[in-house]
């Protein structure tokens, strides 16, 4: 796969399929950075700490039955998974996969000013598996 | 193992009436599926051996 532009992710929350819902997605895949820092050194040095990795999803609001809204209304204060490709084809080498076991804190059911698209942005806190296949 | 049958057209992989396992599931809020009207619980008539 060459560069590419964002035009078709696959989003997967709860095993829902939300892709058709989402306007973005971004994974972010992060340790902890424990400060380490011993006499005698002129930088800062650190050790990982624990992973705090997010998922952070914009979803267009949708209230009928199955979709936005009574998926993740439920979703709010516990864990689950959501599963990111940057492209919906299968996962392989060049497509990998993204799985977040992640705790969703909050949602916004209502959400927008006048004019707006209604919408609501998701962050999953927790850890992020790689896969390739 | 505990089967749920599929009444949304949006699970992955899965088409409504299908039939899901909990394997399937795993990391899943199958609560919240089920609150959510995409999975029913599946009763089980499968009389208990004497």
Do not use: W
Not at chain 2, 2 to 30: C, R
């Amino acid at each position: 796969m060459a560069i590419f532009v964002m035009k078709n992710a696959s989003v997967t929350i709860n095993s829902v399929d939300l892709s058709s819902y989402c306007s973005s997605v971004a994974v972010d895949y992060n340790v902890d950075a424990v400060p380490a820092d011993v006499m005698g050194t002129a930088y800062h040095v650190f050790q990982p700490g624990l992973e705090n990795s997010t998922v952070t999803v914009t979803l267009n609001q949708d209230f009928a039955a199955t979709k936005t809204e009574a998926t993740i209304f439920p979703l709010v204060g516990t864990t689950t998974t959501v599963l990111v490709k940057a492209e919906s084809g299968a996962v392989s080498a060049t497509n990998p996969s993204y799985t977040c076991t992640g705790f969703l804190a909050s949602s916004q059911p209502v959400n927008g000013a006048v004019g707006d698209l209604a919408s609501m942005q998701l962050v999953f806190t927790g850890r992020v598996v790689k896969a390739t296949t | 193992m505990a089967t749920y049958k599929v009444l949304a057209d949006n699970i992955s992989g899965k088409q409504p009436g299908d039939t899901i396992t909990d394997d399937e599931l795993v990391g899943a809020n199958i609560e919240a599926l089920i609150e959510s009207g995409h999975l029913a619980k599946t009763t089980n008539n499968k009389k208990a051996e004497d």
